[in-house]
């Protein structure tokens, strides 16, 4: 059975950046996207940014273009999020999810990780 683990949050300053990871998928025949998604206190989940696994193009919510990128690595193990100029308002729990559809809707997804804290303040 598939377990996620992400890894590589914290707490940054304004500005500054951080990598994460996500670790524990197998060959899956139909979970073919791969994506994160975050949430802050009191909000309700929200999708980050995803990825098709088969060709590596990734797509991105608005909040986010162009400050983070999603990758993975060529054995298709680990999932990545890099996140560069970071604002206050990232601040939440971040998971890794994987599933069938393309989306960056919640129940698009059917396996997910734990989470990881990432903290953006001064």
């Known amino acids: 059975q598939v377990q996620l683990v992400e890894s590589g949050g914290g707490s940054v300053q304004p500005g500054g950046s951080l990598r994460l990871s996500c670790t524990g998928f197998?060959?899956?025949?139909?979970?073919?996207?791969r994506a994160w998604f975050r949430q802050a206190p009191g909000k309700e989940r929200e999708g980050v940014a995803g990825v098709y696994t088969d060709n590596g193009l990734g797509f991105y919510a608005d909040s986010v273009k162009g400050r983070f990128t999603i990758s993975q690595d060529n054995a298709k193990n680990t999932l990545f999020l890099q996140m560069n100029s970071l604002k206050p308002e990232d601040t939440a729990i971040y998971y890794c999810?994987?599933?069938?559809?393309?989306?960056?809707?919640?129940?698009?997804?059917?396996?997910w990780g734990q989470g990881t804290q990432v903290t953006v303040s001064s």
């Open positions: 197998g060959y899956s025949r139909n979970n073919k996207y």
């Open positions: 999810a994987t599933g069938r559809w393309g989306t960056l809707r919640v129940g698009s997804y059917d396996v």
